[in-house]
């Protein structure tokens, strides 16, 4: 789905994880957009670059539509090292947070530029995408490929799964994410069958 150099499943352990349906809804469907990144892949490099944010932030795609031109480049025009998600853009205007640079977001977004103060400018260079053209862009690649289930949110809860199952402490995910509270995190974190195979086969009680 990004380009071939930098996947949406930057390593085995992930992919196969995902395909296998650990993961929770949408997920399996995520990750062969993935696997089949080297055929079919977004339309430009602003595309890349949006969802990239989604994924590698964990941003509502609200929020990555908002992002300023500034929020992300510095004045030198290089990627700055942490993206900052104002507090006027958050859900709830709750505050502003601040999400360090990972090396495959820099990669994707070293390759895009907007001269405009929106990173992301709708259309004609006016204003920013909106997120329903967001979402039909998205929708339109998954209709391509005859995927069902997943939708911009599924960055967003791949990335916050993904990191639960890496064992980051909640706490951090919340800080990450901009959850408000706890157990609105933890709806994000679904518990599989094979989740509950691998508690119970922790019970040991025979010395």
Known sequence: MFDGKVGLVSNLKLSQRLVSGE??????AVAFLSLLSYVERLPT???RALFGICLYTTARINE????HTAD???TDGRVRDRITFRRGTTKGKQETRSVPMSPELR??????????PYLFPGRWGRGHICPESADAILRSAFKRLGIEGASTHSFRRT???WMHNERVP??????????KSLSALQRYIGVTEKDK????????FRS
């Open 107 to 116: 990669q994707l977004l070293e390759g895009y530029r907007s001269e405009k």
């Open 170 to 179: 909640i706490k951090h995910i919340q800080s990450i994410s901009g959850h």
């Open 72 to 74: 992300v480049y510095g």
């Open 64 to 67: 990555a539509c908002l992002l």
């Open 159 to 161: 990335a916050i799964t």
């Open 197 to 204: 195979e691998m508690a119970i086969a922790t019970l040991s």
């Open 45 to 47: 490099e602003r595309d």
């Open 23 to 28: 993961k929770g809804e949408g997920m399996e």
